[in-house]
């Protein structure tokens, strides 16, 4: 006997219900009203700026 091809299904999805990127998961959480604002947020101002003063840099 012959085996039945296997579906395709979807593109596979997080538990917000979007494919996983993240650009998808800022837009979802959003859209939901479950995002944070900078004044919620659980990083420090030192912690944020230390961040910042990395970006773009290369090892």
Not at 21 to 33: C, D, F, T, Y
Request: glycine letters at 6%; proline letters at 3%.
């Amino acid at each position: 006997p012959k085996k039945a091809a296997a579906k395709k299904s979807g593109p596979k999805t997080n538990k917000l219900g979007v494919k996983n990127s993240l650009v998808n998961n800022i837009n979802a959480k959003k859209k939901s009203g479950s995002s944070k604002s900078a004044k919620k947020s659980t990083v420090s101002r030192e912690s944020y700026n230390a961040m910042e003063d990395h970006w773009g840099r290369k090892k």
